[in-house]
């Protein structure tokens, strides 16, 4: 999913409505979105002001990191270019299913019920009342707060009242945007205090800031001028698997704080991981990139396409695509400019594994465990993603529940 790096709001005189926009191409469609998005997936260049990493092959430049990104995202970029994935073989992941919504609705508001809210004043179990359910989303609004909890309720957001006027004066009144440092510190405490039965960490599990969000809101007088501010810092954090980072939409929290620190919304992306004992053997360097570049683009950029973020880990695209199995592979975020001079953002993610296994839901990965290459820039892949039905192939034969489909080679 692509946001700009900024999301800025214009109103007219008095008048605020705070309604974050998101431009998201895998996993969320929704306010819910910035933060298991932001990072997660990628962000939207800026028209503007812009400075996209030329990425070479051998010998990466210094990358020059968004205002946001941590030094830890920048990192990944460095390592993944200079070494490939970094690592021979890893163990598969089994994402554990979730409990529920129900169960963690009913979870989330006692939490907020509790006699000193843990989640903070304004972010309240008060007056909420059941919305719009679906397949796939359990809902809640109230006068101050809002509550939805997906897919299996390893997913869930709740939001304060974060475009309440006077909240805002006071928030303005005693203090101002909250910077990288100050916001990791506050946001780790936040996990730890407020979110310590829903964010839970394996033995061989860390938790890492992956970096800084700024909901901007943009006032424009009645002589015309325009003014700015901050009105909400997010700090958006990911995890490591026996020292692997998770990539993709899962595995991934952001706690929103208004300009006095106190916390006015979280978005949870964040399954239970168990190691299997299958081993998946890595591809080298070498095969790795070749493999990009037939699947999505060369690791460098090519034909006017600007990469700018590349990162390799355990894949989990998050609750709605979170396949039976978690492997290895990387994301390759990049851009390209349109003849209207407009910015069109995405990222891929491709397989890592020297074994890949089938997944229902990263047609990629079915592909090449089936033996087959093709580039996810061509109408056959677009054709095949949107039939999940692999092209002049017959249907393959699913293994019993429960059991792990044999993997084959690329």
Sequence with gaps: MNTRENNRQPRAGNHRGLTVKIGASLVFASAV???????????RSEPAGAQPVALQEKYPPAVKPRRGHSEYLVGLTRKALREGFGKEAVLLLQPGRGPGRDAVVRQLMAVAARRGNPFGPRITAAGLQAARTDKRNTAFVGPNSSLKVSADGTRFRFRGNIDDPRELERARASGRMIEKDELEKIGRNFIKEALRDFVKLGSEESLTFLGAKYLRDESISPDGKSQEEVVASIAIFGREVRGVPVIGGGSKVA??????????????????????????GVLARGQLFERVRATAIAPEGSGGRSVERFE???????????????????????????????????????PAGDKVFEDPKWPLATLIARGMTINTDTPEFIKYASTTRAPNTAPVQRPPRGRRPRPTRP
């Design 33 to 43: 979105a910035i933060v298991l998005a932001t990072i997660a997936n990628g962000e």
């Design 255 to 280: 706690i929103w704080f208004a300009n006095d620190r106190k916390p006015v919304g979280f978005d949870v992306d964040w399954p239970v991981y168990q190691p299997l004992r299958t081993r998946q």
């Design 312 to 350: 390799c880990g355990y894949v989990d695209l998050g609750a709605s695509k979170r396949g039976a199995g978690v492997q290895a592979g990387c994301a390759i975020h990049y851009a390209s400019r349109n003849d209207d001079g407009t910015l069109t953002a995405r990222v891929e993610y491709v």
